[in-house]
């Protein structure tokens, strides 16, 4: 058993494309018998693959004593001839996630931070088959999806790595062992206040002993095979997402009718990916990805919150992801519409245009959320285009009551931070258009129209195809 562990490593770095030679190499180091081991396997592969190791330790300050190990790890690596770099966690204000989670999060931010400084290509860590089996059950008592079930992988992000993944626990104190190595005992790996403690330390036995004795094997290998189905369904979506998502600004969309014709399984991947170009580093969690992929359904939801103050939208045959508005109306806009002419309003990217036609009824076509056609004989100039008001109210085509703009925009699903860039047609008696939605019943073209008010919304998309505005309305699907 004295090399299987060696092997092992380096099986799995030829396996994965884990290493290339001469690159540098971070490798994290607790004072754990893993990390030890790790460290010591990557020592003797330095002189073959010609590595460039350095060491990192961080210390989260979550035990008194937590500075011992900072000090065990420094006369290490001292005695290996090994430059090492320590850190330690400087706990900030309120915290929205568990405190391992929020402690695991600053030691990978402070990995990156010295791999950066240090021009290394590569951070290493020492998670191993047990740990492996653990984070499996962690996922599935949780109600993972199949990417939960895939656990760690053994190349994430281009640039951690993980070595001794088929290395279990048992393996690695032998090799502690036959080599003769020191290393440092974390007393919290027993508290059984956290979750993972108490999977390690009760669940996994009561499975060994009730149902395998491998079970952290089986796990593991259940694991690599799901990363394994992982991977192809990611190739398909990358795929299947080439010229359906977009981005403009800060905002991505995506054709809703194209996310409707995809497998569930793939939508939901190419949604997550979108979420995560506009969220980096954002913790999404599965009822985040299921908000989202609710609105892609016809008759669905019309909004739904992530985390760093972005939101997701449907809206007029798109699905939005991007950051939320003020709730201050910050972009009101009141400009006189001239006729014939046009107005242009940059900071919503849209143009407004009116012209006047005498034409018979039956050559009124193109009608629709972009153009509308008013009896010009009800029109009393001059006309604005501008902002909805709180408290507007207009009689609808075809309604026998007036109705508020604000119902209005609920009953058509318009997102609240859409609303504010609705352009809105008026007249000196009241709204004429609301764009995208409905004419006031007074502007109704009949037998006895001699002239027609064409308006006209034009999107400001550039060149070729306009592009969707994230002010678009609500798709009445």
């Known amino acids: ?19 290339q030679p001469g690159e540098g190499v971070v490798v994290a180091v607790s004072g754990g018998a893993d990390s030890i081991v790790l460290l010591h396997c990557l ?195 990358r795929e299947s997402s080439k010229g359906l998502v977009s981005i403009e600004g800060e905002t991505i969309y995506l054709r809703l009718s194209s996310l409707q014709a995809l497998a569930p399984a793939i939508r939901r991947r190419i949604l997550e990916r979108a979420i995560r170009s506009v969220t980096p580093g954002a913790y999404l969690t599965a009822s985040h990805l299921e908000a989202v992929d609710r609105l892609t359904a016809p008759g669905g939801p019309g909004a739904a919150s992530l985390p760093q103050n972005m939101r997701a939208w449907r809206s007029q045959g798109f699905l939005y992801v991007g950051r939320r508005r003020p709730e201050s109306r910050s972009s009101v806009v009141r400009e006189e519409l001239p006729v014939p002419g046009e107005v242009l309003i940059p900071a919503w990217g849209v143009r407004v245009e009116a012209a006047i036609q005498t034409v018979p009824m039956t050559d009124l076509r193109g009608a629709g959320p972009e153009r509308a056609y008013v009896d010009w004989k009800q029109v009393v100039p001059p006309l604005e285009v501008r902002s909805w008001r709180s408290g507007d109210r207009f009689r609808p085509l075809g309604l026998k009551g007036s109705k508020k703009l604000q119902d209005l925009f609920v009953d058509a699903k318009v997102p609240r931070e859409s609303r504010e860039q609705v352009p809105v047609v008026t007249d000196q008696q009241g709204i004429l258009w609301v764009s995208g939605l409905r004419i006031d019943e007074r502007g109704r073209v009949g037998g006895a129209t001699e002239q027609v008010l064409v308006l006209t919304l034009h999107r400001e998309g550039g060149s070729g195809e306009a592009s969707p505005r994230p002010w678009d309305l609500a798709s009445r699907e």
């Open 43 to 237: 020592l003797r592969l330095r002189g073959p693959w010609s590595l460039e190791l350095s060491v990192a330790h961080f210390d989260h300050r979550l035990r008194e004593t937590s500075r011992q190990d900072a000090l065990f790890v420094e006369g290490v690596a001292a005695s290996w001839g090994l430059p090492v770099t320590t850190g330690t966690w400087a706990r900030e204000g309120r915290r929205d996630r568990s405190l391992q989670a929020e402690a695991r999060q600053a030691r990978y931010r402070f990995l990156e931070e010295v791999a950066s400084r240090v021009g290394a290509t590569k951070i290493a860590l020492g998670h191993h088959r047990d740990d492996q089996a653990e984070t499996v059950l962690l996922h599935l008592l949780r109600g993972s999806g199949l990417r939960g079930l895939r656990g760690m992988l053994p190349l994430s992000d281009e640039r951690l790595i993980r070595p001794l993944l088929d290395v279990g626990r048992e393996e690695i104190e032998a090799y502690v062992k036959a080599h003769q190595l020191s290393f440092m005992e974390d007393p919290s790996n027993r508290d059984l206040r956290y979750r993972r403690n108490r999977v390690r330390w009760r669940l996994v036995p009561l499975l060994e002993r009730e149902y395998n004795p491998s079970v952290a094997r089986g796990l593991a290998r259940m694991a690599a095979l799901i990363a394994q189905d992982e991977a192809y369904l990611d190739e398909i979506a």
């Open 1 to 19: 058993m004295r090399e299987e562990v060696f092997s092992a490593v380096q099986r799995a770095i030829t396996t994965h494309r884990l290493l």
